[in-house]
């Protein structure tokens, strides 16, 4: 039979890497994991439209440039 003393005898997540506890045991509240879950999104989300804005200028320029060629020569 096992006999817990105290705290230190208890198994958590530095002990197990597969290990989950609630945000009491390991101290990071949720909402705040949740808030920086949801700004890791929206950070993505810009720069995903920053992406294709700039792709489809560089389109855009590309196509311009081919249109000149052909009407020069």
């Known amino acids: 039979m096992l006999t817990i003393k ?3 005898n208890l198994r958590t997540m530095r002990h197990l890497k ?3 506890a609630c945000p ?3 101290g990071r ?3 705040r994991a949740e808030l ?3 700004y890791q999104e929206e950070v993505t989300l810009v720069n995903r439209e920053l992406r294709r ?3 489809a ?3 855009s320029s590309h196509v311009r440039c081919c249109r000149g060629l052909r009407l020069a020569g």
């Open 6 to 8: 105290d705290s230190h």
């Open 18 to 20: 597969s290990f989950r």
């Open 24 to 26: 009491t045991a390991t």
């Open 29 to 31: 509240s949720m909402w």
């Open 36 to 38: 920086s879950r949801i």
């Open 53 to 55: 804005r700039w792709l």
């Open 57 to 59: 200028e560089t389109w």
